[in-house]
């Protein structure tokens, strides 16, 4: 029988994962900035100390052509494979749930957004 | 660190496989199993660059031996080892050319060989393929029974403790099922090979003490090596190390890296012996380091 997954206990917890997902990723030639909201994104920020269960991905990033901002998207529906590879690793290697890395929070806003304008 | 010493037990086996099947090469000691003479080619074309005699044995012993090699097992074998496109084409010229054999043309494909390395004048410095050396059980039957998928599953079977299963066979001699299956059936209609079907399957075997008077006695009958998972595996592990990217990343991702390789070649690996249970789980770039110092002390005491 497998153990549960594990939460992601603190702040370098969360940025190992992280930090991990980012050198599968090189390792393939791949890169992708993200934006995360939640309780991963408040312990990263010293805001919070607390354990969590997975971290949010609200959008995905990628600069201007001047370099000089960002453009957010909404993440991909699947994700890309190279970063659902990585995240799948990631999460076996360190013992956390196999999409501790997820974009729920993106249904969870729409559905908030679809009630609101129904309401 | 590891990895200088998985080449050099590699070599040392390549070495040890020449040697027990006729090839002229310096050094003592020979392999005790059947040698898999398409995988030991083409690992000593890759590994050439790190050894480049390999080059000057191998078209060698391919002058008199050039007919006991499978050209469509060795172009099929190729697609698993790192690239070796180019130098298989130039030892197809070198077949072609030195030992007279026009099987080979077709691996030669439209682009021009690169030229073979520039040699001595031809001189015989190895006899041959030495035939009845047990290592060289393979090309044995080949010479008898013409180059073939039933000769090599005769060889395979002979070098089986145990029954076998079509996928067994097909996997270790790197063909696929269906050409397997059907020589299969012939060579039971034969009644050379026997078979049964059991709760896990059809198996297959051989009245091994029937061919000992037919071969020489037991000691002519080496085990089979399954040389081609632990060559093929080498090799992509060899060549993953030399990769710009790989070597680029963090330690974390090089452990991945070797993981998933080693994963994708593990139950090749268990069949071999060289591993028991399974390759490491493990993140962790030491245990990867570990496992690869392991491995070629393995080869060695394997050879």
């Known amino acids: 029988m497998p153990n549960p997954p594990r939460l992601l206990e603190h702040r370098a917890d969360i940025e190992q994962a992280l930090r991990r997902v980012g050198e599968l990723l090189a390792a393939r030639g791949a890169s992708y900035a993200i934006v995360i909201v939640g309780g991963a994104a408040l312990n990263l920020l010293g805001i919070v100390a607390r354990s969590t269960r997975d971290v949010d991905v609200l959008a995905f990033a990628t600069r201007s052509r001047t370099r000089r901002a960002w453009r957010l998207d909404a993440p991909p529906d699947p994700l890309p494979e190279p970063l659902a590879a990585a995240i799948r690793t990631v999460g076996r290697d360190m013992g956390l749930a196999e999409t501790w890395l997820n974009t729920e929070v993106v249904t969870y806003v729409r559905s908030r957004r679809g009630a609101r304008g129904s309401g | 660190?590891?990895?200088?010493?998985?080449?050099?037990?590699?070599?040392?086996?390549?070495?040890?496989?020449?040697?027990?099947?006729?090839?002229?090469a310096a050094g003592r000691g020979a392999i005790t199993k059947q040698v898999d003479p398409e995988a030991l080619?083409?690992?000593?074309?890759?590994?050439?660059?790190?050894?480049p005699r390999l080059w000057t044995v191998m078209v060698d012993w391919l002058r008199l031996g050039s007919a006991l090699l499978s050209v469509q097992r060795l172009k099929n074998l190729a697609?698993?080892?790192?690239?070796?496109?180019?130098?298989?084409?130039?030892?197809?010229?070198?077949?072609?050319?030195?030992?007279?054999?026009a099987r080979w043309r077709s691996l030669l494909g439209p682009r021009p060989a690169r030229k073979a390395a520039p040699r001595k004048p031809m001189k015989l410095r190895g006899g041959g393929p030495a035939l009845t050396a047990p290592p060289a059980l393979v090309l044995r039957l080949r010479a008898?029974?013409?180059?073939?998928?039933?000769?090599?599953?005769?060889?395979?079977?002979?070098?089986?403790?145990?029954?076998?299963?079509?996928?067994?066979?097909?996997?270790?001699?790197?063909?696929s099922v269906p050409p397997v299956f059907r020589a299969l059936q012939d060579l039971v209609a034969a009644q050379l090979v026997q078979s049964g079907d059991f709760p896990s399957g059809a198996e297959y075997w051989v009245h091994i003490e029937r061919w000992h008077e037919v071969l020489g006695g037991w000691q002519a009958i080496a085990r089979w090596g399954f040389w081609?998972?632990?060559?093929?595996?080498?090799?992509?592990?060899?060549?993953?190390?030399?990769?710009?990217?790989?070597?680029?990343?963090?330690?974390?991702?090089?452990?991945?890296?070797?993981?998933?390789?080693?994963?994708?070649?593990?139950?090749?690996?268990?069949?071999?012996?060289?591993?028991?249970?399974?390759?490491?789980?493990?993140?962790?770039?030491?245990?990867?380091?570990a496992f690869h110092a392991e491995l070629a002390r393995r080869l060695a005491e394997l050879a």
Request: hydrophobic share 45%; charged share 25%.
């Open chain 2, 144 to 175: 008898a029974f013409q180059v073939g998928v039933k000769a090599d599953l005769l060889a395979f079977l002979l070098g089986q403790p145990l029954r076998v299963s079509v996928s067994t066979a097909a996997q270790s001699l790197g063909y």
């Open chain 2, 228 to 289: 081609r998972e632990v060559l093929v595996y080498v090799c992509a592990a060899l060549a993953l190390e030399q990769r710009g990217q790989y070597r680029k990343g963090s330690d974390y991702a090089r452990a991945a890296a070797l993981r998933e390789l080693a994963l994708r070649h593990e139950g090749g690996l268990v069949r071999s012996g060289l591993v028991e249970h399974g390759v490491p789980r493990s993140p962790s770039l030491e245990e990867w380091g």
């Open chain 2, 79 to 101: 697609k698993q080892f790192p690239p070796v496109e180019d130098r298989l084409r130039a030892l197809a010229a070198a077949a072609v050319e030195e030992a007279k054999d």
């Open chain 2, 41 to 51: 080619c083409l690992a000593s074309l890759y590994l050439q660059e790190a050894e």
């Open chain 2, 1 to 24: 660190m590891a990895a200088a010493r998985l080449l050099d037990a590699t070599l040392d086996l390549l070495w040890r496989q020449w040697r027990a099947i006729g090839g002229a």
